[in-house]
Nanobody, 122 residues
Framework: QVQLVESGGGLVQAGGSLRLSCAASGRTFSSSAMGWFRQAPGKEREFVAAISRYGVNTYYTDSVKGRFTISRDNAKNTVYLQMNSLRPEDTAVYHC???????????????WGQGTQVTVSS
């Protein structure tokens, strides 16, 4: 299993930016695709973005395209989610997760971080 710890969440005004980080333990990080999911109170978990094991392929849900960027630094065992032009509807707990192959379905991921809260005020 890959242990994942998110950081970088917080409170930001609409239009602002945040950069989330997800640090992985061990040396298996580079063999895993990584994804970001979010869940708002009363809502189902939602796919946000994913990146393939070497960062060649990236995927985004339509609502964040052009605003969010997923990236990874395998040498640092870290995946990032740069979030720009944030909107109140982006408010959620954001989780990073690891999978064998990049996917948009949460059940494809075998390891999950504890989550970090992102709150966007209007």
């Amino acid at each position: 299993q890959v242990q994942l710890v998110e950081s970088g969440g917080g409170l930001v005004q609409a239009g602002g930016s945040l950069r989330l980080s997800c640090a992985a333990s061990g040396r298996t990080f580079s063999s895993s695709a990584m994804g970001w999911f979010r869940q708002a109170p009363g809502k189902e978990r939602e796919f946000v973005a994913a990146i393939s094991r070497y960062g060649v392929n990236t995927y985004y849900t339509d609502s964040v395209k052009g605003r969010f960027t997923i990236s990874r630094d395998n040498a640092k065992n870290t995946v990032y989610l740069q979030m720009n032009s944030l909107r109140p509807e982006d408010t959620a707990v954001y989780h990073c997760a690891a999978a064998a192959v990049a996917a948009s379905r949460s059940d494809e991921y075998h390891s999950w971080g504890q989550g970090t809260q992102v709150t966007v005020s209007s």
